[in-house]
């Protein structure tokens, strides 16, 4: 498990000086309990630590993981994607603002022959570009495209979990789906497939949890 650098030092205090409760926790961290809370809440869920109501936390040296942990990290892009939203390099500026208020999303996929991936442009990249002056009628998007080999894709049979990493560490809000191919030439590309975006995070995380409140 990768903790963040506070999580780490919760984890490191709780294996020290357990039990231990979150004011505790929270007083030796010079933090308040308020800010402590979502870390204990991850550590607690995630089976790292243990919360004895009136005791407080204790480190768990023999992690049982949670049958639903291994089940979230076992979801995949696949499973959970949305169809792609692409545009040929050479439309206009004008045509991909238009395409993007129709299709109602955020960022588009940019494709040459067969789907083969070449860039992306998000919102801003669209934004930025009306500031100048740009004729948007006239400048193909290529021109403002973040471009191959800088895009981050995902995989079908990735698992979420990283995909959704992934899209956090690099503040990004969409990734390609694509399949790798071999052209003609011997080099590789890749055929994109699909979208998966933070919009399918927010509902799978929304399905999840409502479901869990049911049943
Ligand atoms: P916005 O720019 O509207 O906030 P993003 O955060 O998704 O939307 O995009 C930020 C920048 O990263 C933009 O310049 C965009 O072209 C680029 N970008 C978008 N998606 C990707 C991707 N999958 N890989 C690499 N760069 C990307």
Same mark, same amino acid.
């Given at each position: 498990?990768?903790?963040?650098?506070?999580?780490?030092?919760?984890?490191?205090?709780v @294996?020290?000086?357990?039990?231990?409760?979150?004011?505790?926790?929270?007083?030796?961290? $010079?933090?308040?309990r +308020? &800010?402590?809370?979502?870390?204990?809440?991850?550590?607690?869920?995630a089976?790292?630590?243990?919360?004895?109501?009136?005791?407080?936390?204790?480190? @768990?040296?023999?992690?049982?993981?949670?049958?639903?942990?291994?089940?979230?990290r076992?979801?995949?892009?696949?499973?959970?994607?949305?169809?792609?939203?692409?545009?040929?390099?050479n439309?206009?500026?004008?045509?991909?603002?238009?395409?993007m208020?129709?299709?109602?999303?955020?960022s588009? &996929?940019?494709?040459? /022959?067969?789907? &083969?991936l070449?860039?992306?442009?998000?919102?801003?990249?669209?934004?930025?570009?009306?500031l100048?002056?740009? $004729?948007?009628?006239?400048?193909?998007?290529?021109?403002?495209?973040t471009?191959?080999?800088?895009?981050?894709?995902?995989?079908? $049979?990735?698992?979420?979990? /990283? +995909?959704?990493?992934?899209?956090?560490?690099h503040?990004i $809000?969409?990734?390609?789906v694509? /399949?790798?191919?071999?052209?003609?030439?011997?080099e /590789?590309?890749?055929?994109?497939?699909?979208?998966?975006?933070?919009?399918?995070?927010?509902?799978?995380?929304?399905?999840i949890?409502?479901l869990? +409140?049911?049943?």
């Amino acid at each position: 498990m990768e903790f963040t650098e506070r999580q780490a030092r919760i984890v490191e205090i709780v @294996k020290n000086s357990s039990p231990i409760t979150g004011e505790q926790i929270a007083a030796k961290l $010079d933090l308040t309990r +308020a &800010t402590l809370r979502p870390d204990l809440t991850i550590l607690t869920m995630a089976g790292v630590l243990e919360a004895r109501p009136r005791v407080g936390y204790f480190y @768990k040296e023999k992690k049982e993981t949670s049958p639903y942990m291994d089940r979230l990290r076992q979801l995949r892009v696949g499973d959970f994607k949305s169809l792609p939203i692409s545009i040929r390099e050479n439309i206009s500026i004008y045509d991909a603002i238009v395409t993007m208020f129709t299709q109602n999303v955020g960022s588009l &996929t940019v494709v040459g /022959e067969g789907q &083969t991936l070449r860039g992306m442009v998000s919102r801003k990249d669209l934004l930025k570009s009306t500031l100048g002056k740009t $004729d948007l009628q006239q400048v193909p998007v290529s021109i403002i495209m973040t471009r191959m080999p800088n895009i981050i894709m995902t995989t079908a $049979d990735e698992p979420v979990l /990283e +995909a959704a990493r992934r899209l956090t560490l690099h503040q990004i $809000d969409t990734l390609p789906v694509v /399949e790798a191919f071999i052209d003609e030439k011997g080099e /590789e590309r890749y055929e994109v497939i699909g979208r998966f975006t933070k919009t399918n995070v927010t509902k799978l995380f929304v399905q999840i949890g409502s479901l869990g +409140a049911q049943s």
